[in-house]
């Protein structure tokens, strides 16, 4: 059973950045595709990046285009998303999620999920 664990959320002011990270254990993390979302208070959960697991190809929610990188680092199992020109409207609790193969939007086709870690960023 993997464990997905995330790490380096916290405060920041509007256009500030921050850096994600997504450790996995306990199983395999080649092979399976990455992917962040996000969910705000009162909001549904929306995807935000994916990076599959193959050919490391890399997918962005329109919202976070040219601002936000996804990466991993199969050597020491752990997936990130550089967060650059953040806006108040990021601020949410932001989760990493693992399937298999390829990137999918649906938050429903990921079979593990980390516990998740805040981002707020302040106007």
């Known amino acids: 059973q993997v464990q997905l664990v995330e790490s380096g959320g916290g405060l920041v002011q509007a256009g500030g950045s921050l850096r994600l990270s997504c450790a996995a254990s306990?199983?395999?993390?080649?092979?399976?595709?990455m992917a962040w979302f996000r969910q705000a208070p009162e909001k549904e959960r929306e995807f935000v990046a994916g990076?599959?697991?193959?050919?490391?190809?890399?997918y962005y929610a329109d919202s976070v285009k040219g601002r936000f990188i996804i990466s991993r680092d199969n050597a020491k199992n752990t997936v990130y998303l550089q967060m650059n020109t953040l806006k108040p409207e990021d601020t949410a609790v932001y989760y990493c999620?693992?399937?298999?193969?390829?990137?999918?939007?649906?938050?429903?086709?990921?079979?593990?999920w980390g516990q998740g870690t805040q981002v707020t960023v302040s106007s």
């Open positions: 999620a693992r399937r298999l193969r390829t990137i999918k939007t649906r938050g429903n086709d990921y079979d593990s």
């Open positions: 306990g199983g395999i993390f080649s092979g399976y595709a």
């Open positions: 990076i599959s697991g193959l050919t490391s190809a890399t």
